[in-house]
């Protein structure tokens, strides 16, 4: 390849001269090659480049910044999830030991009055730490202050405190009772520290209720055996019954009241029942006809049976009469058999039978001598000293005084003492001990009492005796406050039984 000069002659009017072919390539000169500069040695960025490289960690820092937050909020959440988790479990511990606190304070405060009549609040109350806890309690009785007392027996002047116990679904609804509210203040406190629950405290101001129910407001009241139901002794309305062990049921019955019993009601036959009505009124009633120990009684107690059927395995049953009530045996321990002695000295007439002191009547038939303690010459037959008085054979005449005692003609070496509530002066009988005596102050073991014309009582009466209780014809129909104590059995027979020997009415 070559350069020709240029033509001469041959303007080009300032531009450079055209290189010709002449059919020749044109190159470059080896070693000629126009040299690069340093801008074009190094690769260019455009800003539209730039600017999207910026966006990109932006984007990136935001992105970590908000993963940031997220944990962050994640983590406080759970922290916070932890703390109330752990304030929740430490109140609910603290509402725990505060009624394990009134718990044990209601059994104690049982326990004393059983044992001793009455109770000193203040000496139950305590404060200190009790797993991990500090606990402080404190009660006192309305009205009484710190000492309340109770008393094994219902004082006819005080029978204005009496009154019905509101709830008609209340085991005991519509009973007449005392009871005494027990204001109760139990502050449980947290004793681990924690920065983040401090002064965590748990304050409960709950009542406890001492109901004093008299015997009179119960048909049948056991404290500690079991008894039947029998048309024998009862009616078909049978009242309120409540037995701290079993009842057992031979014939139908109804009530109005729930049926007690702290372990079993059971059925003797097949056509046995038992039915309930409801308290509200409304003329409902439940039926039970199956033992109270069969599986489905439990499902059903609460639901069919609206709780107006209730036995141990329902509810606790925690009534009792006080032991003081009770005999105390050889260890000083209370058995269940009564205290005589103690029901003697708290009724207001005492009546002493004397078989071995006879005595004739003024219509010249002879019977046993009969004293009241304090004594009374208008309640029996005052001693004949006329020695010149036979024994009238004919028909015994009517019973004239509201004591009298006499052997019995069916069986003569049996001693019956009658208490007629309507002879003169009985009516306004309020509690009556009954006994029949040998010489020597103890009672006969082959002796009964008869209870006659007492189908209306003028008010409250309470009947006590260590002897066999039979009531001729019917007791209370005008469901007056009555009661009938016996270790021994209670009958009832027709209304003439013993008119052979007290007379007809």
């Avoid at 010709?20 to 480049?49: F, T």
């Avoid at 209601?106 to 000193?120: P, Q, T």
Wanted: with cysteine; hydrophobic share 40%; charged share 15%.
């Amino acid at each position: 390849m070559c350069f020709r000069p240029p033509f001469p002659g041959c303007a080009f009017d300032g531009q450079l001269p055209r290189a010709k072919a002449l059919g020749c390539s044109v190159r470059p000169l080896r070693g000629q090659e126009p040299r690069l500069s340093m801008s074009a040695s190094r690769p260019s960025i455009k800003s539209d480049e730039r600017s999207a490289s910026g966006s990109v960690l932006v984007y990136v820092l935001v992105l970590v910044v908000i993963a940031g937050i997220i944990g962050a909020s994640y983590l406080t959440f759970v922290d916070n999830q932890r703390a109330t988790t752990e304030r929740n479990l430490n109140q609910d511990g603290l509402r725990i030991s505060t009624e394990q606190a009134l718990l044990t304070l209601e059994s104690a405060i049982r326990i004393k009055l059983l044992a001793n009549g009455e109770v000193d609040l203040a000496s139950l109350n305590h404060s200190g730490p009790v797993a991990g806890l500090s606990l402080s309690l404190s009660s006192t009785a309305e009205g009484t202050g710190n000492v309340l007392q109770v008393h094994p027996f219902a004082d006819a002047d005080d029978l204005e405190q009496y009154i019905p116990l509101p709830d008609k679904k209340d085991l005991f609804g519509q009973a007449y009772a005392k009871q005494t509210t027990i204001d109760v203040n139990i502050t449980t406190q947290s004793t681990v520290p924690n920065v983040r629950l401090p002064n965590l405290t748990v304050n409960d101001k709950p009542q406890i209720a001492v109901r004093e129910i008299p015997v009179s407001q119960f048909t049948i009241f056991s404290a500690a055996n079991s008894f039947t139901l029998s048309p024998a002794v009862l009616s078909q309305d049978i009242g309120r019954v409540f037995s701290k062990s079993s009842i057992s049921v031979s014939g139908s019955f109804s009530s109005q009241f729930p049926i007690v019993a702290g372990q079993n009601v059971a059925f003797s036959g097949g056509n046995d029942s038992l039915q309930v009505k409801d308290p509200s009124g409304n003329d409902a009633s439940i039926q039970l006809s199956s033992d109270t120990q069969s599986q489905t009684f439990l499902a059903d107690a609460r639901t069919s049976l609206d709780t107006r059927i209730v036995t141990g395995s329902v509810l606790p049953i925690d009534s009792a009469p006080l032991n003081s009530v009770y005999e105390a045996d050889s260890s000083g321990q209370s058995a269940h058999a009564l205290n005589l002695s103690l029901l003697r000295t708290q009724c207001s007439l005492v009546v002493v039978a004397r078989p071995d002191k006879p005595v004739t009547t003024p219509t010249g038939h002879k019977e046993c001598l009969v004293t009241t303690i304090p004594q009374s010459a208008n309640l029996s037959y005052p001693v004949t000293t006329t020695t010149g008085a036979s024994q009238s054979q004919g028909t015994a005449s009517r019973q004239t005084v509201a004591f009298a005692a006499a052997q019995s003609k069916q069986n003569p070496s049996q001693t019956i003492l009658a208490f007629d509530f309507a002879a003169p002066g009985a009516k306004q009988l309020s509690s009556v001990f009954l006994v029949v005596q040998d010489p020597n102050g103890n009672p006969l073991p082959n002796a009964v009492i008869l209870i006659r014309g007492a189908v209306t009582l003028n008010g409250p009466v309470s009947i006590v005796s260590p002897h066999p209780i039979i009531i001729a014809g019917d007791f209370n129909d005008g469901s007056q406050p009555a009661s009938i104590i016996t270790p021994a059995n209670l009958q009832t027979v027709a209304a003439d039984w013993g008119s052979d020997v007290f007379g007809n009415y």
